[in-house]
């Protein structure tokens, strides 16, 4: 039974509701094809947030802004993206790619660290989110989806936005923009702390970035995430303490045009530190530094194939290695090979085919291919469908961490799936847009960590086969002003094939999620902007239901904006990470100069 849903989760079209027509033909996004290509040729599933909602929302971290749409399962142990997990379409963290600029940060030690986004919140133009597998285009761990951050361009206008409320809480960010020649320069910065909401539930952050344009030439980016947080509860029943770092240098080039073909490059460097600290009330005990380095170099060349068509190759190369008191040293390398396909059958229909190969000097070789399609049967209704393999490998954490709760097997290997879906798009009337997919996933030697008995450790094993079906739904209308709302809900269908012992991950997850949002002008000028999520999990200790409401009240005086937040005012009591308290009801008040 589950595999024919899957099959028909390729067939299937759910009528969907989008925004205006025009604008969604003509906005270019770059997540969803190896070059940019306009939203409305994509043949897969794309969640764009931008940079006007980012700006009028409740939101304080890229954590937050993603909470938004509703498809993006957020799962924080802590405030302003201290420590989170991503999840889509019942992928688990460590299935989710997330990318700067396209450029990966999925760490080798700990997919934990994978929502470490050195990129403070002034310095992003939008989000892309592309939705099931991504493994053609980026290579390992695009399982559920992939997450793109897209850093601003660089001569905008200064902003700050000083703010204090609950818990202790002290922050402030800005941005600052420069222009001379053909050259732009943007800087972005933010710093928070606060006193936790409970023992060893504290934090200061501070992150700032540099963004370099040269024009149509390329651009530089450099970013630097400073972390010193309570982890009480993490990862067991201790006040845990945690410090980590992450520093991202990229940078893109275009290199002109040979014999018809374009030709652009790509290269960064990435390094993560984490200090570990199990217990602060036994220092050295369980304690753990780890160190990781990555670096990335890719060419990329694309042309045209008649009026219709368009064909993009290119070679990548890149090597991550870890130094660790815990998991010891290790290095892996990798090369890997790509091409993309495009053509327009007719002025209303695209297809587009994409494979990538990749070899890993610990892993081996895995092949990644991918197909969609895409239509226009009216002006005002797109059908589209697509299937894709996807691969990932395991991290150092899952191969050789070892601690009083945990001990890992180096022998597990890479996991596999496959995933489809189909779905529809329709622009209505009145600035409405709606869209819904059904999809399909069918994952093999899923690493999961297991345990006979709670007097066990966990270990790890490549011991589940995870068939995974489900619908998605999303509804956005734009209002006068550039406000709007929007709504996103996610259904899943998680079947995983039975083991005898307790399992850590794989059935952890939300079955139904929704979320809503809008900002709305009231009389008097003020800007009213609440946000809903609900959540309902599935855990080991029995179903879990949980509603938040965030909200924002705020009026702008000339440059200078005042806002007052709330946080989950219902003042309810949840966990998005089981075991892991998250805290009640908070206010802040913020002033904002600039824009």
Known sequence: MRKRLFTIALAISTAVPAAAQGPYRQDVVVTAAATPVALGTVTRTLT????????????????????????VDVRARGERGVQTDFAIRGAHFGQMLVLVDGVRLNDAQSGHHNGDIPVPLDAVERIEVLHGPGSSLFGADAFGGTINVITRPGATPPSAVVETGSFGLAAARGKVGVARGGVEQLFAGSVDRSGGFMVERGYAMTDVSSKTSFGAR?????????????ANGFYGNAPSHEWTNQTLVSADQQLGTWGGWRMAGVESYRTHGDHFLFDVR?????ENRHR????????????????????????????????STNLGDHETERVSAFGEWRHALTAGAQVDASLRVDRYTEFGTSWSPA???GWWPVSTLRLRASTGRAFRVPTSTERYYSDPAHLARAEIGPERAWAAEGGADLLLPHGWMLTGTVFGRLDEDVIDWLRPTTADRWRTYNIRDVDTVGLELSARKALADG???QAGYTHLD???????????YVLDYAPHSLGVATSVTLPAAVQLAPRLEYRRRTRSTGPDDYAVLDLRVSRRFGTYELRVDGTNLGDADYQEVLGVA??????????????
């Open 582 to 595: 998250m805290p009640g009801r908070a206010v802040r008040l913020s002033l904002a100069i600039g824009r």
């Open 218 to 230: 390329g651009g530089l980016f450099v970013s630097y995430l400073w972390k010193d947080f309570g």
């Open 483 to 485: 406000w709007f709302v």
């Open 282 to 286: 036994r220092p050295g005990v369980a």
């Open 371 to 373: 197909l969609g399609i």
């Open 48 to 71: 764009v947030i931008t940079r006007e909602e980012i700006s009028r929302l409740p939101v304080q971290s890229l954590a937050d802004v993603l909470r938004l749409t509703g498809l």
């Open 494 to 504: 998680v079947e995983a094939a039975a083991v005898t012992q307790l399992s850590k």
């Open 292 to 323: 990781t380095h990555a670096v990335l170099g890719a060419l990329r060349a694309s042309r045209g194939l008649g009026v219709r068509g368009s064909l993009t190759t290119g070679v990548e190369g890149g090597a991550d290695w870890i130094r």
